[in-house]
């Protein structure tokens, strides 16, 4: 079975400008959930999505977005982009199911310049 | 809130030896999972091993295994035998059942760096 994939890999943006992040769960998952992680702050949970549904948000301001697609794939959008946002994105994604077990893709590297 | 703490930032081993590396967490939920997820260079994160907190059985997964005590929220990983490759950052997460049925939100600690050196 093909693992969480996230595209792109790496990102370079300016400041003001939006970012669109996607990523596609593992066939049959249908929980997708993202989180940031910084050297500083490390990782935090910034939303999950279920069955296109969010059911889950972390505490990040409104300028941070997602949705999820009927195939499960998911996005997350970021706009006016600041440099504080420059961080690996990962996406996790589970099957929802008891066990609770989130698989990781390899992460998006956002980097505002 | 939750919260999980590691409180040894980074260690070093010797290949071969065996190495526990610490977490705590604090809930007042009676109802989780416990984790240990590990992030080679390469960044990927790879889940290592789980732990239900009814089960009092510690888990083991090869050469990795847990020390769980639920009255003292205390969730170790012992890694025997360690090998160059386990070269990582390891994180201890925790998820708690008891949101919004389904709701899946891991809570991790700052990580440890860990390094076997040959």
């Known amino acids: 079975k093909a693992g969480v994939t996230q595209t792109p890999r790496y990102l370079i943006k300016t400041r003001g400008q939006q970012v669109t992040l996607s990523c596609s769960p593992i066939?049959?998952?249908?929980?997708v959930s993202w989180y940031q992680q910084t050297p500083g702050q490390g990782l935090q949970f910034l939303f999950e999505?279920?069955?296109?549904?969010?059911?889950n948000k972390g505490n990040f301001p409104g300028r941070f977005s997602g949705r999820q697609f009927s195939n499960s794939r998911s996005e997350m959008n970021v706009s006016t982009l600041e440099l504080g946002d420059s961080a690996l994105y990962l996406c996790?994604?589970?099957?929802?199911?008891?066990?609770?077990?989130?698989?990781f893709g390899p992460g998006t590297r956002l980097t505002v310049t | 809130a939750q919260t999980v703490t590691q409180s040894q930032p980074e260690m070093s081993v010797q290949e071969a030896e065996t190495v526990t590396l610490s977490c705590t967490y604090d809930?007042?939920?009676?109802?989780?999972?416990l984790f240990w997820y590990k992030q080679p260079p390469s960044r990927q994160m790879i889940l290592v091993i789980r732990?239900?907190?009814?089960?009092?059985q510690n888990a083991t997964e090869n050469r990795f295994s847990v020390n769980f005590q639920k009255a003292a929220k205390s969730f170790s990983l012992k890694i025997s035998d360690s090998q160059l490759g386990d070269t990582a950052m390891y994180f201890c997460?925790?998820?708690?059942?008891?949101?919004?049925?389904?709701?899946?939100?891991?809570?991790f600690g700052q990580g440890t760096r860990l390094t076997i050196n040959p």
């Open positions: 996790a994604s589970s099957s929802g199911a008891a066990s609770y077990e989130q698989y």
């Open positions: 066939s049959g998952h249908r929980s």
């Open positions: 999505y279920f069955s296109e549904t969010q059911r």
């Open positions: 809930t007042s939920e009676s109802n989780y999972y």
């Open positions: 732990q239900e907190a009814y089960k009092q």
């Open positions: 997460a925790f998820i708690s059942l008891s949101l919004i049925q389904g709701a899946q939100k891991l809570v």
